[in-house]
């Protein structure tokens, strides 16, 4: 089992990657001290997905002073500018994410 921590606005089709995969277990938190709550309760977060936006780059920062052994951060390619300690995934539907990520992880 993968667990990942999304992290972003619940809703729409972030609500359906629960669903997505029933190997992947899927957390959310709808924003940054949320998201670090969760990081230092659960050890077993295999990644995080953040859903993009303006803030990225400052929730990035926050992670990585939070918890500098952190696990691998995703972030949707096309962000514009590329933000350090991050990987882009070229799919742009979270769904699609989720799975690409999972490949990433498994290999």
Known sequence: MISILVVGEAGGKLDALEAA????????????EEALEK???NRRIDALILSGGPET????QAIREDNPAHPPIFVPAGLGLAIPHTTPIEEADPTGM????KGKLEA
């Open 98 to 101: 989720l799975h690409v990520l």
């Open 21 to 32: 995969d029933p190997s992947v277990e899927v957390l959310f938190a709808h924003g940054i």
């Open 39 to 41: 990081l230092g309760r």
């Open 57 to 60: 780059e400052a929730m990035v």
